[in-house]
Structure formats: C-alpha cells, structure tokens
C-alpha cells in the first residue's frame, strides 16, 4: 500500500519500458515488507534527472544505458572501482548536514562475482572474457579484484587491446579461441542473443580446456555456448544470475537488508518467459 511514508526508488536510462528491474524490487520490498516502490523513468537529460529526484527525496536508483558514464559529472562520491570501471549503475541519495549527497557505485561486476563464486573461488584462478565492451570492462576489473588472473579475448582487436591495455592482461584475437585455456570462460559479447542466438564463438573441443562457463546473455536463457559446454560437462552459469545479483547487491546497499534472493529470481524468470 502507498502512503505519505513510502520510499521512492527507480531506475532511469533510455529506453527502461524493457527492464526487468521493477518486477524484481518492488517484489522484493513486497517480500520484507519495506514501504518502498520502484518506478521506471525513462530519461534523456541526466543532468536535470538528477537535481529533481534531489530536490524530490527520491532514495536510490539503478541507472542504464545511456547515463552509466554521462552521470559521473552529477555525483558528489564515486566508489574506487566504479571509477576503475568508468561506469556507474546505482545511486544512493544521501542526506549530508541538510545536503542530498548523490553517491555512485557499480554492481554489475559484483553480481558477476556473486554469480561464478556459487561455483568457483575466483582467487587465483584464470579467467578469459569473451568481448571488449562495457560489460567486459566491469566483469575484468571486477574479477582482478577478487584476485583473479584474466585475459580477453575479443573481434575488433584496437579496442581489445585498449581495453586489455586498462586491465593491464593479455588480448587474443577470436580467432584463436580453441587455444586458450583456463578456470572460467565468460561470453561478454552478444553473441547468442537473437538474432545471433545460433552462433557460439568457440568450439566444444576448446570450451574443454575450462571448468566453468558463464554466459552474460539472458535471452535465450540457454545459449548454444552454454549447451555445447554442458555437453563436455563444464558447470554452467546463465545470464540471469549476474542480473539477478546485481540486483541484490543494489537493494543490499539501498536497504541495509538481506535480499530475498529466491523470490527475486522468479521474478526475473517471469519476465524472461521462463
Ligand atoms: P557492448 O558494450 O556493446 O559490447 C559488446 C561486445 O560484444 C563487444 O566487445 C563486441 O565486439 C562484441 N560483439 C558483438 N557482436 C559480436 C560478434 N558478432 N562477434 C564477436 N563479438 C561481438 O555491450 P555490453 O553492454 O558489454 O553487453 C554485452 C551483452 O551482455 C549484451 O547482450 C547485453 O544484453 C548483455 N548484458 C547482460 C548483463 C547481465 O546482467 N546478465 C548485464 C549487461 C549486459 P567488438 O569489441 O568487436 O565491438
């Protein structure tokens, strides 16, 4: 029930008519019994976004494509590895001596974290990352925080070696993908999505060399890359875990609470028509 006393969150991108995420907060709020709500506000000028929802009370939001890097010019505190990161994907607003601070941070590579540390102590271990784009950027610098030794692996080689350069690890073209070995194989790339859903950037006889193989792509839920490695009995991770704990690890820092995991991946499978 809405009341005088509810608290507003969201998430503002552009578009946000697709994302998963309200399904997935207010179900939980619902769940621990939080007067809390969580809208989607599809938003062009960041700027102007962020001085309302001060000026509003709003309490936290998730942000998307296209502000993730757009935003850092409106916030007051940026946690070290969103900046490693160069991107942000949730704000908390903050009152501070009767100022509303907005503090930024990255999720998306501790949900990625979360997700293969259900199956694998990342310490130590070797780690290749399909893709040189945003998500490939969070998932490296994340796993090297959890002491992990990676290497990307990616098509378009000036900006893989760019971003290999950042992360200070090795680039391989795709074209040698049956050759590298490792502990983790993880798809950052779109491939596997329709309409490349057919399509898997590495052979069975090279997903042999890894143990566990995750893919970040969600629709389909199970990807060719994800079938082929289950059929030489790799342990496999889909796409929604990662979204599934990014989410968690959002409401964790929103709410100061223990996230109701289990409803919150019914939620998403719901919405992904599983
Ligand atoms: P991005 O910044 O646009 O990067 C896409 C990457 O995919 C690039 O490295 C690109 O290669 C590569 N790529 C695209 N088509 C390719 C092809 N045909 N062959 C080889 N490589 C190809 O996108 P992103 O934000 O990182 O997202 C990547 C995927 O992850 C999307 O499908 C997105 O929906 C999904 N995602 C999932 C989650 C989750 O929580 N599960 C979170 C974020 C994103 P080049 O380097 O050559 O350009």
Redesign the pocket.
Known sequence: MINGSTKIFGIIGNPVKHSLSPAMHNRAFAELGINAVYLPFCVEDIASAIKGMRAMGIHGVSVT?PHKESVFKELDEIDPVALKIGAVNTLRFVEVGGYTEVHGSNT?WL??NRALQEKINLAGKKAVI????????AIGFGLQEEGAQISLC???EE??RELASKLDCEWQP?SEAELLKGDVLIN??????AP?EK?C?ISKNGLNNFNVVMD???APLKTKLLTDAEDVGCTVIN?????LY?GVAQFELWTGKVAPVEVMRQELMKGTGN
Do not use: N
Not at 130 to 137: D, V
Not at 188 to 193: C, E, F, L, P
Not at 239 to 243: A, H, I, K
């Open positions: 494509i998306d949900g990625a399909f893709g040189a784009g945003g998500s490939a950027r990616s098509r378009t900006k893989g795709l950052a790339t779109s491939v596997g999505m490349l399509i950037l970040i792509v969600y796409g929604l875990e990662m979204l990014q």
